[in-house]
T-cell receptor
Framework: AAGVIQSPRHLIKEKRETATLKCYPI?????VYWYQQGPGQDPQFLIS???????DKGSIPDRFSAQQFSDYHSELNMSSLELGDSALYFC??????????????FGSGTQLSVL | DAKTTQPPSMDCAEGRAANLPCNHS???????VYWYRQIHSQGPQYIIH???NNETNEMASLIITEDRKSSTLILPHATLRDTAVYYC??????????????FGKGTHLIIQP
């Protein structure tokens, strides 16, 4: 079965650079979530989108932005990168329609290293 | 404030049942109990969820106490591949929205050969 696809798998950036992470949800899933997991930390919710509209916001820094496109894929844009942004970034997708209980399917993540 | 409390780590012998407890004493009437697990550096994986009745699927069983203040995840025949961090999460059924699940401190389950 098709899973959530994230690209790139690994990304190395310098401080103050920008990065764009991409997420392709499971076909027919209309909801996308972004999570950040620092070394030895638990996943932290950043932001989510339902039907291309921002739905919920967690601890996403102002330097980060995200959007969901008409084909439901999502991109997380990160600017002015800091060393502390080095982390695993997970995307998850689900069916968010009314009457459907949330069950999130996660991708394999993007490992971002900021040098 | 944490909505769930789990032991930080547990050991279980391979082939035995692994019973992972979770306390959620402040759970609201419309909140579900979800269990996810994360095998080292992989994306979290959904296991099971329930509202008030016990649930079973191909991966595990979920036992929720009658007062819903605690639950137990049961892996009936643990294998080495079940070694992972297990997260118990309470979340409102959003009914069409996309509220993010909040991962707290889970239980690191280690299956011993």
């Amino acid at each position: 079965a098709a899973g959530v696809i994230q690209s790139p798998r690994h990304l190395i950036k310098e401080k103050r650079e920008t990065a764009t992470l991409k997420c392709y949800p499971i076909p027919r899933h209309d909801t996308v979530y972004w999570y950040q997991q620092g070394p030895g930390q638990d996943p932290q919710f950043l932001i989510s989108f339902y039907e291309k509209m921002q739905s919920d916001k967690g601890s996403i820094p102002d330097r980060f932005s995200a959007q969901q496109f008409s084909d439901y894929h999502s991109e997380l844009n990160m600017s002015s990168l800091e060393l502390g942004d080095s982390a695993l970034y997970f995307c998850a997708s689900s069916l968010g329609r009314t009457g459907v209980e949330e069950k999130l399917f996660f991708g394999s993540g993007t490992q971002l290293s900021v040098l | 404030d944490a909505k769930t409390t789990q032991p930080p780590s547990m050991d279980c012998a391979e082939g035995r049942a692994a019973n992972l407890p979770c306390n959620h004493s402040t759970i609201s009437g419309n909140e579900y109990v979800y269990w996810y697990r994360q095998i080292h550096s992989q994306g979290p994986q959904y296991i099971i969820h329930g509202l008030k009745n016990n649930e079973t699927n191909e991966m595990a069983s979920l036992i929720i106490t009658e007062d819903r203040k605690s639950s137990t995840l049961i892996l009936p025949h643990a294998t080495l591949r079940d070694t992972a961090v297990y997260y118990c999460i309470v979340s409102v059924f959003s009914g069409g929205g996309a509220d993010g699940l909040t991962f707290g401190k889970g239980t690191h389950l280690i299956i011993q050969p």
